[in-house]
């Protein structure tokens, strides 16, 4: 089974991914837990390049062939073994954040978008997404306490990050079957009650 979460900034993402890691092996499930972009050796080196380098002038199309790079080499290599190993593969960003950022936020030819973000999953698509919603200003709180570094995202204008939100809840109302919106505001103990509920439901 592979399970993908996406969200704003601070919408949770990495908070629920780990407690529903603890919830399925709980249940005897051998559980692999990974993120986008950054697996492996190019991952880390491409994470870097989209991320971290502040001062590059990336162009959006550049950013979209660079996750889309990053997604194919995670796939391959690190997903589809382990998901044919039998184990629930968790992904904290999948290719949803692409069509989203690029598409929504970059605001690059959605159709486009979509073609390079399909493509590079390599057919793999995820059994269920859990989106969690939660409003853009509280995301961004949660963020300012949290005391990682901001990336070259994180510091986009609130605007930006609107669009994001809303290119969210577009791709959900087309993937309903899917895609499952899940209310974040709540506290993390409730958002993972509401994701747990879903998962029973599911397996
Ligand atoms: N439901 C919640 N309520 C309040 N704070 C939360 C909640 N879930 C996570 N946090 C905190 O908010 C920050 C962002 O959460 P995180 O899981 O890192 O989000 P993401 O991975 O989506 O960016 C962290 O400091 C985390 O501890
Ligand atoms: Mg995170």
Redesign the pocket.
Known sequence: MFITFE?I???????QCKLLKEYLESRGHNVSLTREPGWGTMGKLIRHIILEEKELDIHPLTELYLFCADRVQHVKDFITPRLENGEVVIC?RYFDSTIVYQGYGRQLDLYTVKKLAEASTLDLVPDVTFL?NLPVREGLR??D??DETTNRMDEEPMEFHELIRQGYISEATLNTNRIKIIN?S???DD?QKQIRSLMDSIL
């Open positions: 969200g900034e601070g919408s949770g993402k990495s908070t904290d969690l949660r963020l306490l949290r974040a709540h506290e993390a958002v």
